[in-house]
């Protein structure tokens, strides 16, 4: 019996069956891409390694075949074989779907095989906050999971701190899991395997298992597995977001004429190509030349989907006053700049609702910093030669997407796509890593990895402990390049980095696939509170009676759909609370509610900014008294004896209310709010009484 599962409106009972399972400006080549060398790899891996890796994999293949030949009593052989490989690659095509459709997340899928070879399910990640590849194949395939293999691309992580795709598979009855590579967030990684094998299930990753096919097609596999989750490699491995370089230049290496005109270089073919890379980014980053040039719209030229943060770097808001980018109703917008500049201007660009960062010294390694505190993925530089050439320079930008066009435009003044470098020699340039040419349209595509990056196979490799000999240039050595001990430049002159001290007293949480990530209100828990609004009155008494309940995806499709939840009994905002609470995943929930709520204010309720805070703390309650992973997560940040527990802090740094913001300035309320529901499951927890918290919350 086959089953092909899409994901589905509403999660699924299953989901909540919880199992409980254990800017420096550089002149030389070498310090621009050895930049912050203790964070990240940056082409430090060498083809020698490569070829290295591939030697182990053939002798691996070697070591299989023996063990092949031993099986001669029809037992099953353990290792990989084509079969393995053919779902494999399957899973991680199906990963890659929800791409352009929602905000860039760690994608995975998942196929679910019967034990006499029929593909029962195959199914994949919609959304942060959404249900899981693996409780979506169970639920599709229901009693005939007994003794099937589940292959996923991804190792299992969706959120930290949850253990229902894991459970999922057990309790199904999932006798093997075939996984492609290794999850690269080092909360993460190797965890599901390890639990999985502890509770029985065979556990086969590719590159490290036996494979019975040939070294080729094992490869094939394991780089389209890689190309899956590429931007979560280089988050994971470089602490900064996947950084793609685009643009679009003539045969003669220009990308618009002497006058600066530039529509357009390449084909209709190939500006789609780039419409679609926008969908599939967290964010599209410019300089102010090219507002002040080009007045662009970034974005992606479709209805629905996915759209993009539009980030522009701008250090004296040399700006016009009208723009499309200034229109935030399609897209959002972020100016950065540095501290006063403008100060009239700023305000006249929030009054119109464009988001305006400031920092002491604004540096593509700020930006790039503050778009990873942001946790963002994949960022595409969209700028001209002048900001390039200090993001490369930075090691902010690890990948090309050069569109090249069979037109000559000439002039000796005609822009080209980077500025200066530095580099003197031929011998300094940059060489592209694992470049691959394609056609589109009449133009030529070269897509590839700047040594900042490395390439797919030196990331993972990092991440799996492989020793990377990091030499020291002689500029680092003498103290003329930015070293690792040099704090990142992040808005208000802030490093970055926590101190040791720092982290032994405060948890950090924000996205649901971050460490503590079941904290997040964007965590894929669902809730049962009433529709009626929620006020303080409310919260000392159970004023809803079982059929006014009904069931919110999140704690964040609850929190939106009061915003517009009305006091006085009407239902002219029916239609929104009804959008919102259908919304697929969270990050629309949010996105659905904000938009509403600054185009429709009069549609709020009144007392919402009374309200908020205790429609948060019901939606918590209900969250934490529901689900048993999330209620233990919560419980472990809490002190020993008389020990206070550790301080919990919503680390957005777009956020003041609800998170401590960029500069630690924050209200921190969404902390807070834990912190006191901790309290309480502590205070339950020593009453003899069995019940859980008040009826308040309206859980049955």
């Given at each position: 019996?086959?089953?092909?599962?899409?994901?589905?409106?509403?999660?699924?009972?299953?989901?909540?069956?919880?199992?409980?399972?254990?800017?420096?400006?550089?002149?030389?080549?070498?310090?621009?891409?050895?930049?912050?060398?203790?964070?990240?790899?940056?082409?430090?891996?060498?083809?020698?390694?490569?070829?290295?890796?591939?030697?182990?994999?053939?002798?691996?293949?070697?070591?299989?075949?023996?063990?092949?030949?031993?099986?001669?009593?029809?037992?099953?052989?353990?290792?990989?074989?084509?079969?393995?490989?053919?779902?494999?690659?399957?899973?991680?095509?199906?990963?890659?779907?929800?791409?352009?459709?929602?905000?860039?997340?760690?994608?995975?899928?998942?196929?679910?095989?019967?034990?006499?070879?029929?593909?029962?399910?195959?199914?994949?990640?919609?959304?942060?906050?959404?249900?899981?590849?693996?409780?979506?194949?169970?639920?599709?395939?229901?009693?005939?999971?007994?003794?099937?293999?589940?292959?996923?691309?991804?190792?299992?992580?969706?959120?930290?701190?949850?253990?229902?795709?894991?459970?999922?598979?057990?309790?199904?009855?999932?006798?093997r899991v075939v996984i492609g590579i290794r999850h690269p967030l080092a909360h993460c990684r190797g965890a599901a395997i390890q639990e999985l094998r502890q509770h029985g299930v065979r556990v086969d990753v590719l590159g490290e298992a036996p494979c019975f096919e040939s070294t080729g097609w094992e490869d094939s596999t394991l780089q389209k597995c890689f190309v899956a989750n590429e931007a979560l490699l280089h988050r994971a491995a470089t602490q900064r977001p996947l950084g793609i370089f685009k643009y679009a230049m003539t045969l003669d290496g220009k990308i618009a004429t002497s006058m600066g005109h530039s529509a357009w270089v390449s084909s209709p073919a190939s500006r789609q190509q780039v419409f679609e890379t926008r969908a599939r980014s967290d964010a599209v980053i410019v300089g102010g030349q090219t507002v002040r040039l080009d007045n662009p719209r970034l974005t992606t030229r479709r209805e629905g989907g996915h759209m993009p943060m539009r980030i522009v770097m701008s250090r004296t808001l040399d700006l016009q006053e009208e723009a499309n980018l200034w229109d935030v109703s399609v897209a959002p917008t972020i100016v950065m700049t540095q501290r006063g500049a403008r100060s009239d201007f700023q305000q006249k660009l929030r009054a119109r609702g464009v988001e305006v960062v400031e920092f002491d010294f604004l540096t593509p390694h700020a930006v790039a910093a503050y778009c990873y505190d942001r946790g963002f993925l994949q960022c595409l530089w969209e700028c001209g030669g002048t900001l390039a050439a200090p993001a490369i320079a930075a090691g902010v930008i690890h990948k090309t997407l050069a569109f090249i066009a069979p037109k000559l435009i000439g002039g000796v003044r005609a822009p080209s796509p980077v500025g200066e470098l530095g580099n003197v020699e031929m011998t300094q340039a940059l060489t592209i890593i694992e470049p691959h040419w394609q056609g589109i349209g009449q133009d030529m595509l070269l897509t590839g990895y700047l040594p900042a990056s490395g390439g797919l196979e030196a990331l993972d490799a990092a991440l799996s402990g492989q020793h990377l000999q990091l030499q020291p240039t002689a500029q680092q050595l003498n103290g003329t390049c930015p070293s690792s001990s040099a704090p990142d430049l992040s808005p208000r002159g802030k490093g970055r980095r926590r101190s040791q001290s720092d982290s032994n007293k405060a948890i950090h949480f924000y996205k649901a696939w971050d460490e503590y990530g079941a904290l997040s209100n964007f965590s894929c828990h669902a809730i049962r509170l009433s529709e009626e609004p929620m006020t303080d009155a409310s919260t000392s008494q159970n004023c809803a009676v079982a059929y006014d309940w009904r069931e919110w995806r999140s704690v964040e499709h609850y929190y939106q759909a009061q915003k517009f939840a009305s006091t006085n009994g009407a239902s002219e905002n029916a239609a929104i609370i009804e959008m919102v609470a259908e919304a697929v995943s969270p990050e629309e929930a949010a996105r659905l509610g904000r938009r509403h709520q600054r185009l429709q204010p009069a549609a709020v309720r009144p007392d919402w900014d009374q309200a908020k805070l205790q429609v948060m703390l019901a939606a918590l309650r209900a969250k934490f008294i529901t689900h048993e992973g999330p209620r233990k997560l919560l419980l472990s940040t809490a002190g020993q004896g008389t020990a206070s527990g550790k301080l919990l802090q919503e680390s957005s740094p777009s956020d003041f209310f609800w998170a401590k913001g960029h500069d630690g300035t924050g209200s921190n309320h969404l902390g807070r709010l834990l912190m006191q529901v901790r309290e309480e499951l502590l205070q339950q927890q020593t009453q003899v009484s069995p019940n859980p918290l008040p009826q308040m919350v309206g859980q049955t």
């Open positions: 019996m086959l089953f092909r599962a899409s994901p589905p409106e509403a999660p699924s009972s299953s989901v909540h069956t919880h199992h409980q399972l254990p800017g420096a400006q550089v002149s030389h080549r070498q310090c621009a891409v050895r930049h912050d060398p203790a964070r990240s790899i940056r082409g430090q891996i060498t083809r020698n390694s490569i070829k290295q890796r591939r030697r182990n994999v053939k002798r691996r293949l070697h070591k299989a075949t023996q063990v092949s030949a031993q099986h001669t009593n029809g037992t099953p052989k353990a290792g990989i074989a084509g079969t393995d490989l053919k779902h494999l690659t399957r899973a991680a095509e199906l990963a890659d779907s929800s791409a352009g459709v929602s905000q860039p997340h760690p994608n995975s899928g998942c196929v679910l095989v019967h034990a006499a070879g029929s593909v029962l399910a195959e199914t994949y990640l919609t959304a942060q906050g959404t249900t899981s590849a693996e409780v979506q194949a169970v639920a599709a395939a229901q009693a005939h999971c007994s003794g099937s293999t589940a292959y996923l691309n991804l190792e299992t992580g969706d959120c930290h701190g949850d253990s229902t795709s894991l459970s999922a598979l057990i309790q199904a009855g999932v006798s």
